[in-house]
Every structure is written in structure tokens, then in C-alpha cells.
């Protein structure tokens, strides 16, 4: 194991040509001018395939959120309300009309019964009376 020194690099896994690299540089150094003096002037031109450029992806054309794109309302409710404050998942209009209507339903069931309780007590009188308005 090297410890101080940078590790080796396969230039034939990269995709370049060294030897290509080295011919572009010794053509370069005999472009010199003459009144650059002692400077050195080359130029290395490096060409490589670009990496495909995927469009579409995994993007959803017929249906779904635009990626990247502003949040939805709701997202953006959601966002910022807490969930303390945030609308119950059941409505407290369905309870309160479920509750009126039992309500109801037993207010019409008491008065039936008392009906009947009176009904009965003519009956046993001797009175002559029809049957009550709930048992028709």
C-alpha cells in the first residue's frame, strides 16, 4: 500500500487516448510565435461523448403533478396550517344531523307511547274511541 503517493488511474477506463493527447501537444509546441519570447503556448482540444439527455423520464403526460412545479393549494394549506387547526376528518355537520334525526325518532317514539298509555286507559274506561293516530 502507497501511503503518500496519489493513486494510479487507468486512462483506458476513462475513454481517452493518452497517446492522442501527447501527438495534440507536440503539434502545439511547434505553432510557437515568435513574439511570445519565452512563453509557452499550447492548446489541448479534448472531445467526448456527452452523457444522454433523458426528456421525458419518469414524467406522467396524461395525469399527475407537473415535477418541479408551484404546490397545489391544498399542498400549500397543508403546509402551513397545523394540524390542530386543520378541518376534522369527520364533519360536525354529519354528527349534528345524525343526532337530530335519533333525537327525532325518539320524541315520535315517546309520544306514540304515551298515546298508547292514554288510548288504553280510555279503552278500559268504557269509552268508545278509535285507535291512536301511531298505531295506523
Known amino acids: 500500500a502507497q501511503s503518500g503517493s496519489a493513486p494510479a488511474v487507468d486512462p483506458a477506463k476513462l475513454g481517452i487516448s493518452i497517446d492522442r493527447i501527447r501527438r495534440e501537444l507536440r503539434e502545439s509546441d511547434t505553432e510557437t510565435r515568435a513574439d511570445s519570447g519565452l512563453a509557452i503556448n499550447f492548446r489541448v482540444e479534448v472531445f467526448g461523448q456527452a452523457p444522454p439527455i433523458d426528456i421525458i423520464g419518469d414524467f406522467n403526460v396524461l395525469s399527475g403533478p407537473v415535477p418541479g412545479s408551484a404546490p397545489s393549494h391544498r399542498d400549500h394549506i397543508e403546509h402551513v396550517t397545523p394540524q390542530i387547526y386543520r378541518a376534522p376528518v369527520v364533519p360536525f355537520s354529519a354528527i349534528a344531523v345524525w343526532a337530530a334525526k335519533k333525537l327525532s325518532e325518539k320524541s315520535a317514539k315517546a309520544r306514540c307511547e ?23
Do not use: K, Q
Not at 298508547?116 to 286507559?121: C, E, K, S
Open 114 to 136: 304515551e298515546e298508547l298509555a292514554r288510548y288504553r286507559v280510555e279503552i278500559m274506561s268504557g269509552a268508545n274511541i278509535g285507535p291512536p293516530s301511531c298505531a295506523r
